[in-house]
């Protein structure tokens, strides 16, 4: 009987391959407005490179950042005329200070090309290939009247708020831009 237990403690289990849990991190972006679209795309694709698994929750203005057309068919009036006011595309978002009446996008993009730095597609394409997730919130979707036909491919879902902060309760460093 004492062989047996000696024999039965010193049998190990084969050692199991699991995978690595990341580190998460959570933005939810809700600035339509460039510099500040700067910022989440720049933070999103750098944790993203450095091995976390980021996601990024666009809501109200910040589902600016993931449109790719306006469609104002099948909206009501005031669907419409929050259409036509808010940015669409990475390429139409506005300086959160020092706009200028339109100017100071313009002036941001010769710095940029001027400095060698990455604009926004640039940030995104980054973000989307270091596998950061794209959602967005289905309330402002429902409250603007948009529809998935509007925003980028790379939107992987609409989601509401509680599916979000469900991901998010875990993440290591979530942030509000």
């Given at each position: 009987?004492?062989?047996?237990?000696?024999?039965?403690?010193?049998?190990?289990?084969?050692?199991?391959?699991?995978?690595?849990?990341?580190?998460?991190?959570?933005?939810?972006?809700?600035?339509?407005d460039m510099d500040?679209?700067?910022?989440?795309?720049?933070?999103?694709?750098t944790a993203a490179?450095?091995?976390?698994?980021?996601?990024?929750?666009?809501?109200?203005?910040?589902?600016?950042?993931?449109?790719?057309?306006?469609?104002?068919?099948?909206?009501?009036?005031?669907?419409?005329?929050?259409?036509?006011?808010?940015p669409s595309g990475?390429?139409?978002?506005?300086?959160?200070?020092?706009?200028?009446?339109?100017?100071?996008?313009?002036?941001?993009?010769?710095?940029?090309?001027?400095?060698?730095?990455?604009?926004?597609?640039?940030?995104?394409?980054?973000?989307?290939?270091?596998?950061?997730?794209?959602?967005?919130?289905?309330?402002?979707?429902?409250?603007?009247?948009?529809?998935?036909?509007?925003?980028?491919?790379?939107?992987?879902?609409?989601?509401?708020?509680?599916?979000?902060?469900?991901?998010?309760?875990?993440?290591?460093?979530?942030?509000?831009?």
């Amino acid at each position: 009987m004492a062989d047996i237990k000696q024999d039965i403690s010193s049998y190990s289990l084969p050692e199991r391959k699991t995978e690595e849990k990341k580190d998460k991190m959570r933005i939810i972006c809700f600035s339509g407005d460039m510099d500040k679209a700067f910022a989440v795309l720049t933070l999103a694709s750098t944790a993203a490179s450095l091995g976390m698994d980021v996601a990024i929750f666009f809501t109200f203005w910040g589902l600016s950042l993931i449109k790719k057309n306006r469609k104002l068919k099948g909206k009501n009036f005031l669907q419409k005329m929050m259409d036509i006011m808010m940015p669409s595309g990475l390429d139409s978002l506005k300086l959160s200070k020092m706009n200028m009446a339109g100017l100071g996008p313009f002036f941001m993009k010769i710095l940029m090309k001027k400095t060698k730095s990455p604009d926004l597609k640039d940030l995104f394409e980054a973000a989307k290939e270091s596998g950061v997730k794209f959602y967005a919130c289905s309330t402002s979707c429902s409250i603007l009247g948009i529809d998935r036909s509007e925003f980028v491919d790379e939107v992987e879902e609409i989601v509401g708020a509680a599916t979000f902060i469900s991901e998010a309760k875990d993440a290591k460093i979530s942030l509000f831009i």
